[in-house]
């Protein structure tokens, strides 16, 4: 096995398009090297991606959008207070991966890359409306997050491909977000259903704009654009939240496994986008 | 100073600072993976992808082959063992189905069965040599339920197990290794006076240990036959008979020591990796470290049975229980030997009744071997009754408390399963959770509150220890039993309390298999109420031994010394005559009064008293998602005495908690394929530590009038009310009997919604 820990994207970029055999992205290791130790993959080459310096800045861009670094770990999202306050919800998607050992090494982009339907961060972004930045052999391109993952362990990623940073756009007055996830624990647990709401209201505190993501209900992350439709124009009164929790059970294609049944699943995911929105809603509200 | 047999300082019954503590906390504790050798190789086993499959060919020529592979073993490198049960602890055993469980011979029983191992240079190496390992595999049906392994035309695990303890004697085999049953009185009378019935069925998952650290072995055999063991067991000794049985050496040869050992809970009470190490070692003349990964702890140690069992039990309008049926149907796993006896023993033990019939089978199926796991089996039984009596209670009006209280097992009592108990503290519980403030706590919307007892026998059995006086006065404790759970600060307390010195000035430490006679394995909540049995032996020798020592050096006769208030003195008309010696005083004149001053304390215990408990838990259920959080949890429970109370209330904790995550959420949940889905603690869900709030322990002291200090065995006993205690909180919050664990969040719901119990 081969470990490479390039300083440019371009240098990443070559190794991966040219490796042979299986070659993995090395972020924070916290899905990789436990793969490694289960035997689950055997890579032929790792590229550690921490040396390249735009994987690990958090920048606020001039408009007001942000960029942040497919490296970047979740507990350095926690700490960044001005991000905390214009995105709680993806910070504390992020911020519930693993324990908090693992908060310490647990990426973004590992997150996403890991291709799993129940990743946390991944519904907290795609509500955001998140871009994943993508440099390969061919260039750099810009996709939406709901877009990258295709299937469990399957990614929109060509050979040579591997994510570089994440995109948000500005936000409007009065917007905010948030991520909540079913658990039958605390911590230290893997969301048998997730749900990320980003929504933005106007002075009368009637939603304008909202972004509902399940995850783990599907064999992918999803932008559910129906649930976003039934709370729009709202104050998610309850007549608003019934149409939600409806509309996002719609949505549900999950299995029955290990982790909850397909009932369990599609109920849960009713529930839990109704009480994010609320938590959205109140955090836009309060802004 | 004389009472409970103290005489020194006074340490007993103090929260005195563990003297392994310092080193747990800085690492520098040697667990079972921490140990290394030069030259060592690495061992890895090779497992059955197959839940069950016949054996039909192994060839290992290729890995052979590969370099740095320096053995491979496989069932041909062990002799096979006559059928014979020897009683193991609380369990019984088979070394015809320890040498099977070790390696697999005629088949593979169970997904995870080891098949072969390797000694390589390195892990990589060693991975490699598996995957070169050829097995031919001819892959038969499987059972994993314990109730489809009874119907007729189950796939048969053993064509040679004919069901026990049944007349006639069947002549076709089945997986039902065995039927016990208990009976006192006439439940069928009994019935015929009751004015209220309740039966119900239940039905509980396997749970594992849960041990945080995984099983871990180094060895190293010499050319000349002897060998050496590290390793993380509950019970070295035990270790040693079982790897001279499979290996065919004297015991003389082996020399074992334990590790420090990151939980056990019953789960280290058998051999896994040991005997592998061993010839893996023997065959490659090198040593050679084994280390489970979690996924083969999950899938090849463990766990506890799965049961199903029927309850049925009468009792009067005034709330005199007068009848108590059970039916209990345990998982062994693969092997025969599920704790279906203790189980069938406990189920009404906490109750005075006079008519009582359990009746319990043992039931192999195509899982790992099932092996001791606190209080094993009773949990199960407990629960049930423990559901049913609540059940009754609601039926008849009463309070949970009072009726437990108006049926409690006192001193006097007849158990169902023969004896006749001697002072017992279940009353006391009952009381001291009825006073609690937590009992009288008004409960919200949604929020239930429960309550169950529980019983556990206890044991003693073989034990040694010694007692060193050194040069400088200090003292020198050496005990045989892994300290699982503050052994070696109680037994310190002790020893310091017996011989008068202070309590830093005493160094336990658990010796090796060549330091001391034989000790039983450290389970039945034996090792502090032995052991500090054995201490008290030992130092009384100490005692006596000084007492001589200062006759020569006083001239005094031996009727005018004496041991008292931690020194020997002159007594009587001599009391003036010298003056009175401390242990250091003696250490110093040791080599002119006779040489070095040792005290050895060995027994076969006699006199453990059972402790029972009775558990509170307030819990709160989520209508919309059927997630249940636990508000609140109060423990009490009769320690006898509790030589630390500290670590007696982490036993309580502890017990609590491992409760909690069988009632809610643990379960092993396998595919069609017979394959087990969730082998990670990711999947397998216990407790963490923000699950759970702090328990709070009630230390109950009936004083057993069997041991020195009037101690009882801890340990197992707090396993067994929570199941039942979170199943009747369950109903309080939902008016829902739940009888199926765990109760995950899946099943509430389903639960809530069907019954029509829902937040809108």
Same mark, same amino acid.
């Given at each position: 096995?081969?470990?490479?820990?390039?300083?440019?994207?371009?240098?990443?970029?070559?190794?991966?398009?040219?490796?042979?055999?299986?070659?993995?992205? @090395?972020?924070?290791? +916290?899905?990789?090297?436990?793969?490694?130790?289960?035997?689950?993959?055997?890579?032929?080459?790792?590229?550690?991606?921490?040396?390249?310096?735009?994987?690990?800045?958090?920048?606020?861009?001039?408009?007001?959008?942000?960029?942040?670094?497919?490296?970047?770990?979740?507990?350095?999202?926690?700490?960044?207070?001005?991000?905390?306050?214009?995105?709680?919800?993806?910070?504390?998607?992020?911020? @519930?991966?693993?324990?908090?050992?693992?908060?310490?090494?647990?990426?973004?982009?590992?997150?996403?890359?890991?291709?799993?339907?129940?990743?946390?961060?991944?519904?907290?972004?795609?509500?955001?409306?998140?871009?994943? +930045?993508?440099?390969?052999?061919?260039?750099?391109?810009?996709?939406?997050?709901?877009?990258?993952?295709?299937?469990?362990?399957?990614?929109?990623?060509?050979?040579?491909?591997?994510?570089?940073?994440?995109?948000?756009?500005?936000?409007?007055?009065?917007?905010?977000?948030?991520?909540?996830?079913?658990?039958?624990?605390?911590?230290?647990?893997?969301?048998?259903?997730?749900?990320?709401?980003?929504?933005?209201?106007?002075?009368?505190?009637?939603?304008?704009?909202?972004?509902?993501?399940?995850?783990?209900?599907?064999?992918?992350?999803?932008?559910?654009?129906?649930?976003?439709?039934?709370?729009?124009?709202?104050?998610?009164?309850?007549?608003?939240?019934?149409?939600?929790?409806?509309?996002?059970?719609?949505?549900? +294609?999950?299995?029955?496994?290990?982790?909850?049944?397909?009932?369990?699943?599609?109920?849960?995911?009713?529930?839990?986008?109704?009480?994010?929105?609320?938590?959205?809603?109140?955090?836009?509200?309060?802004? | 100073?004389?009472?409970?047999?103290?005489?020194?300082?006074?340490?007993?019954?103090?929260?005195?600072?563990?003297?392994?503590?310092?080193?747990?906390?800085?690492?520098?504790?040697?667990?079972?993976?921490?140990?290394?050798?030069?030259?060592?190789?690495?061992?890895?086993?090779?497992?059955?992808?197959?839940?069950?499959?016949?054996?039909?060919?192994?060839?290992?020529?290729?890995?052979?082959? /590969?370099?740095?592979? &320096?053995?491979?073993?496989?069932?041909?490198?062990?002799?096979?063992?006559?059928?014979?049960?020897?009683?193991?602890?609380?369990?019984?055993?088979?070394?015809?189905?320890?040498?099977?469980?070790?390696?697999?011979?005629?088949?593979?029983?169970?997904?995870?069965?080891?098949?072969?191992?390797?000694?390589?240079?390195?892990?990589?190496?060693?991975?490699?040599?598996?995957?070169?390992?050829?097995?031919?595999?001819?892959?038969?049906?499987?059972?994993?339920?314990?109730?489809?392994?009874?119907?007729?035309?189950?796939?048969?695990?053993?064509?040679?197990?004919?069901?026990?303890?049944?007349?006639?004697?069947?002549?076709?085999?089945?997986?039902?290794?065995?039927?016990?049953?208990?009976? /006192?009185?006439?439940?069928?009378?009994?019935?015929?006076?009751?004015?209220?019935?309740?039966?119900?069925?239940?039905?509980?998952?396997?749970?594992?240990?849960?041990?945080?650290?995984?099983?871990?072995?180094?060895?190293?055999?010499?050319?000349?036959?002897?060998?050496?063991? *590290?390793?993380?067991?509950?019970?070295?000794?035990?270790?040693?008979?079982?790897?001279?049985?499979?290996?065919?050496?004297?015991?003389?040869?082996?020399?074992?020591?334990?590790?420090?050992?990151?939980?056990?809970?019953?789960?280290?009470?058998?051999?896994?990796?040991?005997?592998?190490?061993?010839?893996?070692?023997?065959?490659? &003349?090198?040593?050679?470290?084994?280390?489970?990964?979690?996924?083969?702890?999950?899938?090849?140690?463990?766990?506890?049975?799965?049961?199903?069992?029927?309850?049925?039990?009468?009792?009067?309008?005034?709330?005199?229980?007068?009848?108590?049926?059970?039916?209990?149907?345990?998982?062994?796993?693969?092997?025969?030997? =599920?704790?279906?006896?203790?189980?069938?023993?406990?189920?009404?033990?906490?109750?005075?009744?006079?008519?009582?019939?359990?009746?319990?089978?043992?039931?192999? =199926?195509?899982?790992?071997?099932?092996?001791?796991?606190?209080?094993?089996?009773?949990?199960?039984?407990?629960?049930?009754?423990?559901?049913?009596?609540?059940?009754?209670?609601?039926?008849?009006?009463?309070?949970?408390?009072?009726?437990?209280?108006?049926?409690?097992?006192?001193?006097?009592?007849?158990?169902?399963?023969?004896?006749?108990?001697?002072?017992?503290?279940?009353?006391?519980?009952?009381?001291?959770?009825?006073?609690?403030?937590? *009992?009288?706590?008004?409960?919200?919307?949604?929020?239930?509150?429960?309550?169950?007892?529980?019983?556990?026998?206890?044991?003693?059995?073989?034990?040694?220890?010694?007692?060193?006086?050194?040069?400088?006065?200090?003292?020198?404790?050496?005990?045989?039993?892994?300290?699982?759970?503050?052994?070696?600060?109680?037994?310190?307390?002790?020893?310091?309390?017996?011989?008068?010195?202070?309590?830093?000035?005493?160094?336990?430490?658990?010796?090796?298999?060549?330091?001391?006679?034989?000790?039983?394995?450290?389970?039945? =909540?034996? =090792?502090?109420?032995?052991?500090?049995?054995?201490?008290?032996?030992?130092?009384?020798?100490?005692?006596?031994?000084?007492?001589?020592?200062?006759?020569?050096? *006083?001239?005094?006769?031996?009727?005018?010394?004496?041991?008292?208030?931690?020194?020997?003195?002159?007594?009587?008309?001599?009391?003036?005559?010298?003056?009175?010696?401390?242990?250091?005083?003696?250490?110093?004149?040791?080599?002119?009064?006779?040489?070095?001053?040792?005290?050895?304390?060995?027994?076969?215990?006699?006199?453990?008293?059972?402790?029972?408990?009775?558990?509170?838990?307030?819990?709160?259920?989520?209508?919309?998602?059927?997630?249940?959080?636990?508000?609140?949890?109060?423990?009490?429970?009769?320690?006898?005495?509790?030589?630390?109370?500290?670590?007696?209330?982490?036993?309580?904790?502890?017990?609590?908690?491992?409760?909690?995550? *069988?009632?809610?959420?643990?379960?092993?949940?396998?595919?069609?394929?017979?394959?087990?889905?969730?082998?990670?603690?990711?999947?397998?869900?216990?407790?963490?530590?923000?699950?759970?709030?702090?328990?709070?322990?009630?230390?109950?002291?009936?004083?057993?009038?069997?041991?020195?200090?009037?101690?009882?065995?801890?340990?197992?006993?707090?396993?067994?009310?929570?199941?039942?205690?979170?199943?009747?909180?369950?109903?309080?919050?939902?008016?829902?009997?739940?009888?199926?664990?765990?109760?995950?969040?899946?099943?509430?719901?389903?639960? /809530?919604?069907?019954?029509?119990?829902?937040?809108?």
């Amino acid at each position: 096995m081969r470990y490479e820990a390039p300083e440019t994207v371009e240098r990443a970029s070559a190794l991966l398009a040219d490796s042979a055999g299986e070659a993995r992205i @090395l972020a924070g290791g +916290t899905d990789l090297l436990v793969q490694m130790r289960s035997d689950i993959v055997d890579p032929a080459l790792i590229v550690d991606i921490k040396r390249i310096a735009e994987t690990r800045w958090i920048t606020e861009e001039p408009g007001g959008g942000w960029r942040i670094g497919a490296a970047v770990t979740g507990a350095e999202l926690k700490e960044h207070a001005r991000l905390k306050q214009v995105w709680p919800g993806v910070v504390e998607a992020a911020n @519930l991966i693993g324990s908090t050992q693992v908060q310490g090494r647990a990426t973004l982009g590992g997150n996403l890359c890991n291709g799993s339907p129940a990743a946390d961060s991944v519904p907290a972004l795609i509500a955001a409306g998140a871009v994943a +930045t993508l440099a390969g052999p061919q260039g750099r391109r810009d996709l939406p997050v709901e877009d990258v993952m295709l299937g469990p362990r399957k990614l929109a990623l060509g050979k040579g491909e591997f994510v570089v940073s994440f995109g948000l756009p500005p936000r409007p007055p009065r917007s905010s977000d948030a991520y909540l996830r079913f658990i039958p624990r605390t911590e230290m647990d893997i969301a048998v259903v997730g749900a990320g709401v980003s929504l933005t209201v106007d002075a009368s505190g009637t939603i304008t704009e909202a972004r509902v993501s399940l995850g783990a209900v599907a064999p992918r992350v999803l932008l559910v654009r129906e649930a976003a439709a039934a709370i729009v124009g709202s104050r998610l009164d309850r007549v608003a939240q019934d149409r939600l929790e409806a509309a996002a059970r719609a949505a549900c +294609t999950p299995i029955d496994d290990k982790r909850g049944t397909v009932e369990f699943r599609i109920q849960i995911a009713g529930v839990l986008a109704r009480r994010t929105a609320l938590i959205a809603l109140d955090r836009a509200r309060t802004q | 100073m004389a009472e409970n047999g103290t005489n020194g300082h006074g340490y007993v019954g103090t929260r005195t600072i563990r003297p392994d503590g310092v080193d747990k906390v800085t690492g520098r504790a040697r667990f079972g993976a921490d140990f290394n050798l030069p030259g060592q190789l690495i061992g890895r086993v090779l497992r059955s992808p197959h839940p069950h499959a016949r054996i039909v060919a192994i060839d290992t020529s290729k890995a052979e082959a /590969l370099p740095g592979v &320096k053995a491979v073993i496989t069932r041909d490198d062990f002799a096979d063992q006559p059928s014979e049960f020897i009683p193991a602890g609380e369990m019984m055993m088979n070394y015809k189905d320890v040498v099977r469980n070790v390696l697999a011979r005629e088949k593979a029983l169970y997904e995870g069965h080891a098949v072969a191992a390797v000694a390589a240079t390195s892990a990589a190496i060693a991975r490699r040599a598996l995957k070169l390992i050829d097995v031919t595999y001819e892959v038969l049906p499987h059972v994993i339920d314990v109730v489809e392994a009874m119907r007729p035309g189950a796939p048969l695990l053993h064509d040679d197990l004919f069901t026990a303890g049944v007349e006639p004697k069947p002549d076709k085999p089945s997986n039902i290794a065995k039927r016990v049953e208990i009976t /006192l009185g006439d439940v069928d009378a009994g019935f015929a006076k009751a004015d209220v019935i309740v039966e119900r069925e239940f039905k509980t998952a396997p749970v594992h240990q849960g041990y945080i650290e995984p099983h871990a072995a180094l060895a190293t055999v010499s050319e000349d036959g002897t060998a050496e063991l *590290w390793c993380c067991t509950q019970g070295h000794y035990i270790v040693r008979a079982h790897c001279a049985r499979l290996l065919g050496l004297d015991i003389a040869k082996i020399r074992v020591t334990a590790s420090e050992i990151g939980g056990g809970f019953g789960g280290k009470t058998v051999v896994y990796l040991e005997p592998l190490a061993l010839a893996l070692s023997r065959k490659a &003349k090198r040593p050679v470290k084994m280390v489970m990964s979690r996924e083969e702890v999950f899938k090849a140690s463990g766990p506890t049975s799965g049961a199903t069992v029927r309850v049925k039990m009468g009792a009067t309008k005034d709330g005199k229980f007068v009848a108590g049926f059970a039916e209990l149907k345990y998982q062994a796993g693969a092997f025969q030997g =599920s704790p279906v006896q203790p189980g069938v023993m406990c189920a009404y033990a906490p109750y005075d009744m006079e008519n009582v019939k359990v009746i319990g089978y043992d039931v192999v =199926s195509n899982r790992p071997k099932v092996a001791a796991y606190r209080a094993p089996g009773a949990p199960i039984s407990e629960f049930a009754v423990e559901s049913v009596v609540d059940e009754i209670a609601k039926k008849l009006g009463l309070d949970p408390i009072e009726l437990r209280m108006m049926n409690a097992a006192r001193e006097g009592t007849k158990a169902a399963y023969g004896p006749k108990f001697g002072p017992i503290g279940l009353e006391e519980t009952l009381n001291s959770i009825k006073k609690t403030e937590h *009992w009288n706590t008004p409960l919200r919307k949604w929020q239930g509150r429960g309550v169950a007892s529980g019983f556990w026998f206890n044991i003693g059995g073989e034990t040694c220890v010694s007692l060193t006086v050194n040069e400088d006065g200090t003292v020198s404790l050496m005990a045989g039993t892994p300290d699982i759970g503050g052994l070696r600060a109680s037994l310190a307390a002790v020893a310091a309390d017996e011989l008068g010195v202070e309590y830093d000035k005493v160094r336990p430490i658990i010796g090796d298999t060549g330091s001391l006679g034989f000790n039983f394995l450290t389970g039945g =909540s034996r =090792s502090a109420f032995s052991g500090s049995m054995a201490i008290v032996e030992a130092a009384k020798q100490i005692k006596a031994d000084c007492c001589a020592r200062a006759c020569k050096l *006083w001239d005094l006769k031996p009727e005018q010394v004496a041991w008292e208030r931690g020194r020997v003195r002159p007594i009587g008309d001599a009391a003036d005559k010298a003056k009175p010696m401390s242990i250091a005083d003696f250490a110093k004149v040791a080599g002119k009064t006779g040489g070095p001053i040792v005290g050895y304390g060995r027994l076969n215990a006699q006199g453990a008293g059972p402790s029972l408990g009775t558990h509170l838990v307030d819990l709160e259920v989520d209508p919309e998602t059927g997630r249940v959080t636990i508000l609140r949890y109060t423990v009490a429970q009769d320690a006898g005495k509790a030589l630390h109370p500290a670590y007696v209330e982490g036993q309580f904790q502890g017990g609590a908690v491992q409760g909690i995550g *069988w009632a809610l959420n643990e379960e092993y949940v396998y595919g069609d394929d017979g394959k087990l889905q969730n082998a990670g603690f990711l999947d397998y869900r216990m407790p963490v530590a923000s699950d759970v709030p702090m328990i709070d322990a009630i230390l109950v002291e009936v004083a057993n009038p069997k041991h020195p200090y009037g101690v009882r065995g801890v340990g197992e006993t707090p396993i067994v009310p929570p199941l039942g205690a979170i199943a009747n909180a369950m109903e309080n919050a939902t008016g829902i009997r739940f009888t199926e664990l765990p109760m995950s969040p899946p099943k509430v719901l389903k639960a /809530l919604r069907e019954k029509g119990v829902t937040a809108k």
